[in-house]
């Protein structure tokens, strides 16, 4: 073989080397771009960075800003609607019928039955008597707050609550454990009721008068609050602090029923002057009631935490 024929031969193989290099380097390229576009791909797929459809968007629920508290306002106020028409229906159907059938009798077999003296003491007895035995005593209170007022009045319903919450308290001592185990089915009301026993002194007076004052019933309370070894001393003062609104309610409630009956019995009629103060002390009354019982349950809540 000739020189030039050898260096021909050498120059066709370089040229087959070179092709085969590009042409490696061609599938390596379109191998590496086919696999950044796979993985570009799947990118797309797991992340959520571009901004979805327009239409995407029209099956979403959409809430109005401010509905649902326009509908709690809503129901607020046909609920106050309610009430005002029960009232009304109350004073103008329901008080003439207790006045007539009931006030005016009771008074009158009062007046007949007993003297001052012995009423005084068949009402102490009767507010103190009737938690005993798991009976309500607000008709007594209302009896006291009709035939006495608001000063002598007050005093007879407190000396008859200092015994209506005592005697329970001593009576449910002696079945301490019973009284456990009939909390235990109610929990929630059971943790509440366990705190007018923790704490020093006042804190369970303080749990006790709030406790007095919430919406809890008191002939239950009288009994369940044994179960929370709570001392007798701001037991007992708690709760003559935490009822005094009720019993001011309650007579207040007798006093309005008093001169309503006289008025009736008299054939007299109320002045307009007469029914805007009864009106206004009625639902005063009814309102610093239900601030009270609310700052109450909040007191509470607060205790617990």
């Given at each position: 073989m000739s020189l030039d024929q050898l260096t021909q031969s050498n120059l066709k193989n370089d040229?087959?080397?070179?092709?085969?290099?590009?042409?490696?380097?061609?599938?390596?390229?379109n191998v590496a771009q086919g696999i950044q576009q796979e993985n570009t791909d799947y990118v797309r797929l797991g992340y959520f960075d571009e901004q979805e459809p327009e239409e995407y968007g029209r099956?979403?629920?959409?809430?109005?800003?401010g509905a649902c508290s326009m509908w709690w306002w809503i129901k607020v106020v046909l609920l106050g609607l309610c009430l005002?028409?029960?009232?009304?229906?109350?004073?103008?159907?329901?008080?003439?019928?207790?006045i007539d059938k009931v006030i005016i009798p009771v008074l009158d077999w009062?007046?007949?039955?007993?003297?001052?003296?012995?009423?005084?003491?068949?009402?102490?007895?009767?507010?103190?008597f009737f938690p005993v035995f798991l009976l309500?005593?607000?008709?007594?209170?209302?009896?006291?707050?009709?035939?006495?007022?608001?000063?002598?009045?007050?005093?007879?319903?407190?000396a008859g609550t200092s015994v209506g919450m005592?005697?329970?308290?001593?009576?449910?001592?002696?079945?301490?454990?019973?009284?456990?185990?009939?909390?235990?089915?109610?929990?929630?009301?059971?943790?509440v009721i366990r705190l007018a026993g923790e704490g020093n002194w006042f804190h369970q007076?303080?749990?006790?008068?709030?406790?007095?004052?919430?919406?809890?019933?008191?002939?239950?309370?009288?009994?369940?609050?044994?179960?929370?070894?709570?001392k007798y001393c701001p037991y007992i003062i708690g709760s003559y602090i935490g009822t005094i609104p009720e019993v001011?309610?309650?007579?207040?409630?007798?006093?309005?029923?008093?001169?309503?009956?006289?008025?009736?019995?008299?054939?007299?009629?109320?002045?307009?002057?007469q029914n805007v103060y009864n009106t206004l002390g009625f639902f005063m009354a009814v309102g610093t009631t239900i601030c009270i019982t609310l700052y109450a349950k909040k007191a509470l809540r607060t205790l617990q935490t």
């Open positions: 040229k087959l080397s070179n092709y085969h290099f590009e042409t490696m380097g061609e599938v390596t390229i099956f979403l629920p959409f809430k109005v800003p005002l028409a029960l009232v009304a229906s109350f004073f103008i159907w329901g008080m003439p019928f207790l009062e007046a007949l039955t007993f003297s001052t003296h012995t009423l005084v003491f068949v009402l102490i007895l009767s507010i103190g309500p005593s607000a008709p007594s209170m209302w009896l006291a707050g009709i035939n006495f007022g608001y000063g002598f009045g007050f005093l007879i319903v407190m005592s005697l329970p308290y001593f009576i449910g001592s002696l079945f301490h454990s019973r009284i456990q185990k009939w909390l235990e089915k109610w929990p929630k009301k059971a943790a007076f303080r749990a006790v008068a709030l406790l007095r004052i919430s919406p809890f019933p008191y002939i239950i309370f009288n009994y369940a609050v044994v179960a929370t070894n709570v001011f309610i309650t007579i207040y409630s007798g006093r309005l029923l008093r001169e309503l009956a006289d008025m009736k019995s008299e054939s007299h009629h109320l002045t307009t002057l």
